[in-house]
């Protein structure tokens, strides 16, 4: 079992940067690949990014290609979403999610196992 707890939301302008954490708790953390989806109004929810358990592989949607970073922290059982040079279109909850035991690096909702509640981020233009 692991539980997810997202922070960091909050309202920017656009050009802002934020920083989202997910606090882990759970003794999968480490052989885990965590991923961070988000969801806008009246939209599906998407992907952004992933990492490996071992943080040595990373996707991400295009859309956040060369802006977002995600990474890990295993000893303190957390990932974060740096997210730079922010758009009114990032606008969205941004979830936080966890795979146990995983290979890859998954970049589907189906594909993980456990989700936070969710951060809001607001961007102004």
């Known amino acids: 079992q692991v539980q997810l707890v997202e922070s960091g939301g909050g309202l920017v302008q656009a050009g802002d940067s934020l920083r989202l954490s997910c606090a882990a708790s759970g003794r999968t953390f480490s052989t885990a690949a965590m991923a961070w989806f988000r969801q806008a109004p009246g939209k599906e929810r998407e992907f952004v990014a992933a990492?490996?358990?071992?943080?040595?592989?990373?996707n991400y949607v295009d859309s956040v290609k060369g802006r977002f970073a995600v990474s890990r922290d295993n000893a303190k059982e957390t990932v974060y979403l740096q997210m730079n040079s922010l758009k009114p279109e990032d606008t969205a909850v941004y979830y936080c999610?966890?795979?146990?035991?995983?290979?890859?690096?998954?970049?589907?909702?189906?594909?993980?196992?456990?989700w936070g509640r969710g951060t809001q981020v607001t961007v102004s233009s």
């Open positions: 990492i490996s358990w071992d943080g040595a592989r990373t």
């Open positions: 999610a966890a795979k146990s035991f995983a290979r890859g690096v998954p970049t589907t909702n189906s594909e993980y196992d456990y």
